[in-house]
């Protein structure tokens, strides 16, 4: 039973990836809207889906920008969670590989890509609203119960086998306060590349799954590895000035049609 104060405690969303490392058959889909992976993926990635139409991009935004199938320790919401102000991103590095260079081109790889994202890689003098923590697979259980300090969650992490992990937390209007992921660096690069996207995606504010959207990263039944053109889209949206945290789904499909509008 949860005490007063416990019920008061800042509630924490902790996403466990279940990423499957297989080739994804995107056979019998319409090949006139595709195109080769970009050059930097993986050698197996998928190729690239490159035009939605209006219903693609609604359903696929509010499936991934509310809701969760994560664990979720404290009270449950579904409204938008994005960050409000510069992001900081600190990289940890502890694993025997170093892949702290190869985080850097992913996340200037959204930074490029995503103008309404406004982020930068701090060193230690600066509090980061990110702390991205690369490790290694044996030190990958460790690790995030170090950070969690939480019975439940590590009674959860016990029963699954996660390369990667994001947790967040979100002030009481939906502002996201901070995030943490955790990357294991010594199950190869197209596992690293894979994890880093579909993390950072999650700790931008995209926390849910969809296991049935063929064109997203964060359908864990695909292997992907790069920016796609979908997710791009959705972060362009979440990021869109008109979309505030804490908005509720209702107010989310209102917007929609003009935000999906005037996206390039
Ligand atoms: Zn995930």
Redesign the pocket.
């Given at each position: 039973m949860h005490s007063k104060a416990m019920s008061k405690m800042r509630p924490f969303d902790l996403?466990?990836?279940i990423?499957a490392f297989i080739a994804y058959s995107d056979q019998g889909m319409a090949a006139s809207r595709m195109r080769p992976a970009p050059v930097g993926a993986p050698s197996g990635a998928p190729r690239e889906y490159t035009a939605f139409d209006e219903s693609d991009l609604t359903s696929g935004f509010l499936r991934l920008a509310f809701g969760s199938d994560m664990q979720r320790l404290g009270e449950s919401d579904d409204r938008i969670r994005k960050f409000d102000h510069r992001i900081a991103f600190r990289i940890s590095s502890s694993g025997h590989v170093d892949r702290s260079e190869m985080y850097k081109r992913v996340l200037d790889d959204f930074i490029v890509r995503v103008p309404r994202i406004d982020a930068a890689v701090v060193d230690t003098s600066t509090a980061p609203d990110v702390i991205v923590r690369l490790v290694d697979a044996k030190d990958f259980v460790s690790a995030l119960a170090a950070a969690l300090g939480d019975s439940t969650a590590s009674a959860f992490i016990n029963q699954t086998n996660p390369r990667c992990?994001?947790r967040s937390r979100a002030d009481e209007l939906g502002h996201l306060l901070r995030a943490d992921i955790f990357i294991v660096v010594d199950r190869g690069t197209d596992i690293f590349l894979d994890c880093a996207y579909?993390?950072t995606l999650?700790a931008l504010g995209l926390m849910n799954?969809a296991d049935d959207i063929p064109w997203t990263t964060?359908n864990?039944r695909r292997s992907v590895g790069y920016l796609s053109v979908y997710d791009r889209a959705m972060l362009q949206m979440l990021y869109d000035p008109k979309i505030r945290a804490g908005m509720s789904r209702f107010d989310v499909q209102m917007l929609l049609p003009q935000i999906i509008q005037g996206l390039d």
């Open positions: 996403v466990f990836c990423l992990t994001t579909h993390e999650h799954h964060l864990q």
